[in-house]
């Protein structure tokens, strides 16, 4: 069968005549003449893929819920679109959140919204495809949708719609967007998402309806059938039941790539036209976490460890430099440092980067194997601030967290750094954890202090420059899938309170003090512990102008409290209610391989201000080696 003979077989599309293309890029133009920053609307980047609409069997748009610059920077979506159009039969194009200016003027134009590359609207699409970052863009979800003329519930739209589906991080519980999706997908797209594609294609060539299609998909790793799962609650509003139906499974588990290596690295990146918010190449390095902090979701959800071949990431980067142009590339991973053969991978770039005038930086660097060599290395590499994470401001708090970092360590990278001539340190800490007190808070103060007065102790410090220690404080917010799911977040006095004390604790003007906004994080655990009881405040709240909740200048707090009283939703139950360990959760369907007896356990361990080693120093039985077939780690 021809490509082109599968697009007569599919449910009919309203797709645009020549008269019509002329008006709407008319409206495009006028629309771009009115804003601020045109360029996030245009296409034409470097690196875009194009294909003939009439000789592909399936358009897949690839949605990000914020604006061109944030979504420009996600790694996964340049690894889905490469992957995606390297096939002959599949075009995936890319759309993005319009910032409120061109929002307005595609609402006054009406202008649907568009995928960059062809300038067709979303509902011409066989898929629009969304990615869930993070909690504050679900209302950019339904914006989107809005701004394409596409329902915003899965059972009104018909037979004629895009299938709507979601991946990412938050797919580990989003229920309170479970009504708005066909399909949700657990785990790994690049070996889940072409599958997808695959089987819808057969589907349509059968003439299968939809729900047809999706009883298919379900038997496909890692994807969930909201529409297929039945929730019944408690007359306390806690969940009673979560029951499969049309012969779904009754728990879904993720999609995982085994061997990393397996995967090829991305090579040919869209170089933006713009300023992206992190506009370099990007190699991943390794995925999933060996530390298991106990309040980090991504380390729990990306489990267990794996990690590619240093002579195939330098490779990679060196080919994927070649073919975009950039100066500068970025190893990227939840923690970079833990990579077995990050020497080996450093000396290997060296041989070329220096060569090509390519710089290279090293986010996630761990305090506790920041070696002297390390420090030489990203020194050669790049000389100015460093980052780290100690998170808790005293080693009980840490050991709470299970953040395996000691005050001899900060002190000996600190020494490090210094020695090799950085004079400022960015320090990253969490206020809200389980069992802080105000003496926790004073001890964040406390170790900036320190580093300040072992700077100017340092024989080796650059004659006349001074240190800067800037520390970043983030409201705790409790995440589905770690052990510390079942505690409530403090009250959102209670994190004002810790802020402040904060501020008056730090005496020295060579430290700076920023922190989160406490309301956008009590939000923020709201919708990470909700239910699909909470859809309902989600259009009710984009309704009523709630959009761009994560920026600071589009955040309407207080429509959001109303919301949540005239709908007589009480959202301090999900966000400050203690989770009974017996209590069925949300999202207890979704199996991300780590057992909830060993959360139970990571729990009651913090408690009692207990460590477990990381991953690959001792197994400690989480149930993520079932996910592979074997250990984890070879010397297990």
Same mark, same amino acid.
């Given at each position: 069968?021809? &490509?082109?003979?599968?697009?007569?077989?599919?449910?009919?599309?309203?797709?645009?005549?020549?008269?019509?293309?002329?008006?709407?890029?008319?409206?495009?133009?006028?629309?771009?003449?009115?804003?601020?920053?045109?360029?996030?609307?245009?296409?034409?980047?470097?690196?875009?893929?194009?294909?003939?609409?009439?000789?592909?069997?399936?358009?897949?748009? =690839?949605?990000?819920?914020?604006?061109?610059?944030? !979504?420009?920077?996600?790694?996964? #979506?340049?690894?889905?679109?490469?992957?995606?159009?390297?096939?002959?039969?599949?075009?995936?194009?890319?759309?993005? #959140?319009?910032?409120?200016?061109?929002?307005?003027?595609?609402?006054?134009?009406?202008?649907?919204?568009?995928?960059?590359?062809?300038?067709?609207?979303?509902?011409?699409? /066989?898929?629009?495809?969304?990615?869930?970052?993070?909690?504050?863009?679900?209302?950019?979800?339904?914006?989107?949708?809005?701004?394409?003329?596409?329902?915003?519930?899965?059972?009104?739209?018909?037979?004629?719609?895009?299938?709507?589906?979601?991946?990412?991080?938050?797919?580990?519980?989003? $229920?309170?967007?479970?009504?708005?999706?066909?399909?949700?997908?657990?785990?790994?797209? $690049?070996?889940?998402?072409?599958?997808?594609?695959?089987?819808?294609?057969? !589907?349509?060539?059968?003439?299968?309806?939809?729900?047809?299609?999706?009883?298919?998909?379900?038997?496909?790793?890692?994807?969930?059938?909201?529409?297929?799962?039945?929730?019944?609650?408690?007359?306390?509003?806690?969940?009673?039941?979560?029951?499969?139906?049309?012969?779904? &499974?009754?728990?879904?588990?993720?999609?995982?790539?085994?061997?990393?290596?397996?995967?090829?690295?991305?090579?040919?990146?869209?170089?933006?036209?713009?300023?992206?918010?992190?506009?370099?190449?990007?190699?991943?390095?390794?995925?999933?976490?060996?530390?298991?902090?106990?309040?980090?979701?991504?380390?729990?959800?990306?489990?267990?460890?794996?990690?590619?071949?240093?002579?195939?990431?330098?490779?990679?980067?060196?080919?994927?430099?070649?073919?975009?142009?950039?100066?500068?590339?970025?190893?990227?991973?939840?923690?970079?440092?833990?990579?077995?053969?990050?020497?080996?991978?450093?000396? /290997?770039?060296?041989?070329?980067?220096?060569?090509?005038?390519?710089?290279?930086?090293?986010?996630?660097?761990?305090?506790?194997?920041?070696?002297?060599?390390?420090?030489?290395?990203?020194?050669?590499?790049?000389?100015?601030?460093?980052?780290?994470?100690?998170?808790?401001?005293?080693?009980?708090?840490?050991?709470?967290?299970?953040?395996?970092?000691?005050?001899?360590?900060?002190?000996?990278?600190?020494?490090?750094?210094?020695?090799?001539?950085?004079?400022?340190?960015?320090?990253?800490? #969490?206020?809200?954890? &389980?069992?802080?007190?105000?003496?926790?808070?004073?001890?964040?103060?406390?170790?900036?202090?320190?580093?300040?007065?072992?700077?100017?102790?340092?024989?080796?410090?650059?004659?006349?420059?001074?240190?800067?220690?800037?520390?970043?404080?983030?409201?705790?917010?409790?995440?589905?899938?770690?052990? =510390?799911?079942?505690?409530?977040?403090?009250?959102? $006095?209670?994190?004002?309170?810790?802020?402040?004390?904060?501020?008056?604790?730090?005496?020295?003007?060579?430290?700076?003090?920023?922190?989160?906004?406490?309301?956008?994080?009590?939000?923020?655990?709201?919708?990470?512990?909700?239910?699909?009881?909470?859809?309902?405040?989600?259009?009710?709240?984009?309704?009523?102008?709630?959009?761009?909740?994560?920026?600071?200048?589009?955040?309407?707090?207080?429509?959001?409290?109303?919301?949540?009283?005239?709908?007589?939703?009480?959202?301090?139950?999900?966000?400050?209610?203690?989770?009974?360990?017996?209590?069925?959760?949300?999202?207890?369907?979704?199996?991300? !391989?780590?057992?909830?007896?060993?959360?139970?356990?990571?729990?009651?361990?913090?408690?009692?201000?207990?460590?477990?080693?990381?991953?690959?120093?001792?197994?400690?039985?989480?149930?993520?080696?079932?996910?592979?077939?074997?250990?984890?780690?070879?010397?297990?």
């Amino acid at each position: 069968m021809r &490509p082109d003979s599968f697009r007569a077989s599919r449910p009919n599309r309203s797709f645009l005549n020549g008269k019509d293309v002329v008006r709407l890029n008319e409206k495009i133009r006028a629309a771009l003449a009115a804003v601020q920053k045109p360029g996030r609307y245009t296409g034409g980047e470097p690196g875009c893929v194009y294909k003939d609409r009439d000789r592909v069997e399936l358009r897949f748009a =690839f949605c990000f819920p914020d604006t061109y610059e944030v !979504g420009m920077s996600f790694l996964g #979506m340049k690894i889905l679109y490469e992957i995606l159009n390297q096939r002959e039969n599949i075009w995936c194009e890319r759309a993005f #959140m319009p910032w409120v200016d061109m929002k307005e003027q595609m609402e006054t134009l009406d202008i649907p919204l568009y995928a960059l590359e062809s300038k067709d609207a979303l509902s011409d699409f /066989d898929v629009v495809g969304f990615t869930l970052q993070y909690e504050l863009s679900y209302t950019n979800i339904l914006a989107m949708l809005d701004l394409a003329h596409i329902p915003f519930y899965a059972k009104d739209r018909g037979e004629d719609a895009p299938f709507i589906v979601a991946g990412g991080p938050c797919v580990c519980n989003a $229920e309170p967007l479970a009504d708005f999706f066909d399909l949700m997908m657990l785990g790994e797209g $690049e070996v889940q998402l072409p599958d997808v594609c695959d089987t819808i294609i057969q !589907g349509r060539r059968e003439g299968l309806s939809k729900k047809e299609i999706l009883k298919r998909l379900y038997k496909i790793e890692g994807v969930y059938i909201p529409a297929f799962y039945d929730v019944d609650y408690l007359s306390d509003g806690r969940v009673a039941s979560i029951t499969a139906a049309e012969g779904a &499974p009754a728990a879904v588990r993720k999609a995982i790539i085994a061997d990393m290596n397996s995967q090829p690295l991305p090579e040919h990146f869209v170089v933006p036209m713009i300023g992206a918010v992190h506009d370099r190449a990007q190699i991943e390095v390794l995925r999933g976490c060996v530390r298991g902090c106990r309040f980090c979701q991504a380390g729990f959800l990306y489990r267990p460890m794996r990690e590619r071949n240093a002579e195939m990431l330098s490779k990679a980067g060196q080919n994927l430099c070649a073919n975009t142009g950039y100066d500068e590339i970025s190893l990227t991973s939840l923690s970079t440092s833990d990579h077995s053969q990050l020497e080996t991978l450093l000396d /290997d770039m060296l041989e070329w980067t220096p060569k090509e005038h390519v710089s290279m930086s090293l986010p996630s660097l761990r305090i506790d194997n920041f070696s002297e060599s390390l420090v030489r290395k990203t020194t050669t590499v790049r000389k100015s601030g460093l980052t780290f994470a100690p998170e808790a401001g005293t080693q009980r708090l840490r050991d709470v967290i299970n953040k395996n970092v000691t005050e001899d360590e900060i002190r000996r990278t600190c020494s490090l750094a210094f020695d090799a001539g950085y004079t400022s340190v960015k320090l990253y800490f #969490m206020l809200g954890l &389980p069992t802080e007190t105000l003496r926790d808070i004073e001890g964040i103060a406390e170790t900036a202090q320190r580093i300040v007065d072992l700077y100017y102790q340092n024989p080796n410090k650059p004659k006349g420059r001074g240190v800067q220690v800037s520390i970043s404080v983030a409201c705790f917010v409790p995440k589905p899938m770690t052990p =510390f799911q079942f505690v409530g977040q403090d009250t959102q $006095e209670q994190l004002r309170e810790k802020q402040q004390h904060l501020l008056r604790s730090v005496k020295s003007r060579k430290i700076s003090v920023s922190y989160h906004d406490s309301r956008t994080s009590f939000l923020e655990a709201v919708f990470a512990k909700g239910d699909r009881r909470l859809s309902r405040a989600l259009v009710e709240a984009y309704r009523r102008g709630c959009f761009f909740d994560s920026w600071e200048e589009q955040f309407h707090y207080d429509t959001w409290l109303a919301v949540f009283r005239d709908l007589g939703i009480d959202p301090a139950f999900y966000a400050n209610r203690t989770i009974g360990l017996d209590e069925l959760t949300p999202w207890s369907h979704l199996d991300y !391989g780590v057992s909830k007896e060993y959360l139970v356990r990571e729990y009651h361990k913090a408690l009692q201000a207990q460590t477990t080693p990381p991953c690959n120093r001792a197994c400690s039985g989480c149930g993520a080696n079932a996910l592979l077939g074997g250990p984890c780690f070879a010397d297990h």
